[in-house]
T-cell receptor, first 114, second 109 residues
Framework: GAVVSQHPSRVICKSGTSVKIECRSL??????MFWYRQFPKQSLMLMAT?????????EQGVEKDKFLINHASLTLSTLTVTSAHPEDSSFYIC??????????FGQGTRLTVV | SQQGEEDPQALSIQEGENATMNCSYK?????LQWYRQNSGRGLVHLIL?????REKHSGRLRVTLDTSKKSSSLLITASRAADTASYFC?????????FGQGTELSVKP
């Protein structure tokens, strides 16, 4: 099955700095990948759909200028949290879709902004 | 909110007992998926059930789907302490997953 590698697994950054999270598809050419966010004790919420070679589609309420998504190749999507603030501290996780099968998720990234 | 609802939000049982979690959703679906998440970690896929299926089994897991009621249930039989985790249902909408609020299961040895 497809394997998704997400890096880093944990990151601590200072308020005001930017953090980049990578999501790689290791054995599948992914034209579409998804980014989710999960706050403590809550469920996962879809943030955006990453489209290879075109702009990402953001869900309502997600600031596209704050969460920059780049999907420049069929195997890599990146999420950059710009000017991070403590309220951006969360668990971020990517997935890729292979049609009508289960989603394949990365390992997730726990971001802590101090 | 597009999110589905799950109940119970938390469930505490003894090892060996069965655990049942329920999920309701709002829109039509292609399929419904169940995932498990250990504390603070990634998601593990458990079962996918398609909209034209009513029941599916995988080991100690049994999933039902009632599209007329827009609901699904996950049954874990003969639970083990290692089953302690959060369980989420998710409906597939064109590849996007809409997650339920989750059930936190605690299995006491």
């Amino acid at each position: 099955g497809a394997v998704v590698s997400q890096h880093p697994s944990r990151v601590i950054c200072k308020s005001g700095t930017s953090v980049k999270i990578e999501c790689r598809s290791l054995d599948f050419q992914a034209t579409t990948m998804f980014w989710y966010r999960q706050f403590p004790k809550q469920s996962l919420m879809l943030m955006a759909t990453s489209n290879e070679g075109s702009k990402a589609t953001y869900e309502q309420g997600v600031e596209k200028d704050k969460f920059l998504i780049n999907h420049a190749s069929l195997t890599l999507s990146t999420l950059t949290v710009t000017s991070a603030h403590p309220e951006d501290s969360s668990f971020y996780i990517c997935s890729l879709d292979r049609g009508d099968t289960e989603a394949f998720f990365g390992q997730g990234t726990r971001l802590t902004v101090v | 909110s597009q999110q589905g609802e799950e109940d119970p939000q938390a469930l505490s049982i003894q090892e060996g007992e069965n655990a049942t979690m329920n999920c309701s959703y709002k829109t039509s679906i292609n399929n419904l998926q169940w995932y498990r998440q250990n504390s603070g970690r990634g998601l593990v896929h458990l079962i996918l059930i398609r909209s034209n299926e009513r029941e599916k089994h995988s080991g100690r897991l049994r999933v039902t789907l009632d599209t007329s009621k827009k609901s699904s249930s996950l049954l874990i039989t003969a639970s083990r302490a290692a089953d302690t985790a959060s369980y989420f249902c998710a409906t597939d909408k064109g590849g996007k997953l809409i997650f339920g609020q989750g059930t936190e299961l605690s299995v006491k040895p």
